[in-house]
């Protein structure tokens, strides 16, 4: 074998294990990427299933307060009402009392 010849050879040689690392680094980056969008996917599911939990919980939230007023507005009501029925007793009490 020639001196070129072995050259040439090498060369070949040296181009395929070039070619060979490419190849590698390239299913490397591209198991990367690859794992990358997993975790990113993984992370927004997990951001959305927290957003619906929360969501869920501002709901419960807003109707148990919506009952708290509500039962308070009545309560509220009520004693108004018993107030003014008393008052009016007073009033029809204080009418059917003689006067000095």
């Known amino acids: 074998m020639t001196d070129q010849e ?6 070949t040689m040296h181009k395929e294990k070039r070619i060979a690392e490419e190849t590698e680094g390239l299913a490397r980056e ?19 299933a927290k957003k619906t939990k929360r969501m869920e919980k501002r709901a419960a ?4 307060q919506s009952a708290k ?13 018993a ?8 009033r029809l009490k204080a009418n059917k009392e003689p006067h000095d």
């Open 61 to 64: 939230d807003e109707i148990r």
């Open 30 to 48: 591209q198991e990367r990427k690859k794992s990358y969008l997993a975790r990113e996917q993984a992370i927004e599911e997990d951001q959305k």
């Open 83 to 90: 107030n003014a029925e008393a008052q009016e007793e007073r």
């Open 6 to 11: 072995e050259e040439s050879l090498k060369d």
């Open 69 to 81: 007023d509500q039962a308070r507005r009545e309560a509220f009501f009520a004693h108004e009402e």
